[in-house]
């Protein structure tokens, strides 16, 4: 079985530019998740889908950030403009229940803003 | 404000020993917590989780213990191998929530 993939690994933009992040869940899984962590910092939530509906997004930083789940398959999260601070690694996750069970994760996409 | 702290020093030990890793936090009251495995450019890998209600939970070589009172988790290795030597992330998840609240992470090295 695949596990949750991400697009691209790496990925470097200037200041002002858009950059658009896409993440592929483990088939099946209803629940999607963004986290991303800074620099010298801890992994923080972003936000969560069921399907295609944001669950919560409490964590999303600012109105720069917008995360879409057309057709509640894959996700993605574009970032316009980017801002110096954006950089560091977005990771999603995905499960199947969510509440208690387990989130797997993706490899992240490390972005950074110059 | 929540607060969730790993030790952020490198946890230095000799393979076959112990390895000993602390989680506490404050101001958060979980329904349950997690411990993560992260190794350099990858995401983080479920290990254990323990419920408020559990005092110990152990899995092969892993033991999880979580204190409500003292609000803290410890997270055991033993016979530690080389191979265990990576970041481990403690998480807590609360009754409202779906989401993942991490700790910063200690990386241990385990040397030969």
């Known amino acids: 079985e695949a596990g949750v993939t991400q697009f691209p690994s790496h990925s470097v933009i200037e200041k002002g530019q858009t950059v658009t992040l896409r993440c592929d869940p483990i088939s099946g899984h209803d629940n999607l998740y963004w986290y991303r962590r800074v620099m010298g910092k801890e992994i923080k939530f972003l936000l969560h889908?069921?399907?295609?509906?944001?669950?919560?997004e409490s964590g999303m930083p600012n109105n720069r950030f917008l995360a879409e789940r057309t057709g509640g398959t894959y996700s993605t999260l574009k970032v316009q403009p980017a801002e110096l601070e954006d950089s560091g690694v977005y990771f999603c996750?995905?499960?199947?229940?969510?509440?208690?069970?387990?989130?797997?994760f993706g490899p992240g996409t490390r972005l950074t803003v110059l | 404000s929540q607060k969730i702290e790993q030790n952020s020093e490198a946890l230095n030990i000799q393979e076959g020993k112990t390895a000993t890793l602390t989680c506490n936090y404050t101001?958060?009251?979980?329904?349950?917590l997690q411990w993560y495995r992260q190794d350099p450019g990858r995401g983080p890998v479920f290990l254990l989780l323990?419920?408020?209600?559990?005092k110990e939970k152990r899995k092969e070589r892993l033991k999880v213990t979580f204190d409500t009172t003292l609000k803290q988790s410890l997270f055991h290795i033993t016979a530690s191998q080389p191979a265990d030597s990576a970041t481990y992330l403690c998480?807590?998840?609360?009754?409202?929530?779906?989401?993942?609240?991490f700790g910063g992470g200690t990386r241990l090295m385990v040397k030969p």
């Open positions: 996750a995905s499960n199947l229940a969510g509440g208690q069970d387990t989130q797997y």
């Open positions: 323990i419920r408020e209600n559990e």
């Open positions: 101001n958060y009251s979980p329904a349950y």
């Open positions: 998480a807590l998840v609360n009754n409202a929530g779906n989401m993942l609240t």
């Open positions: 889908f069921v399907k295609e509906s944001k669950q919560d």
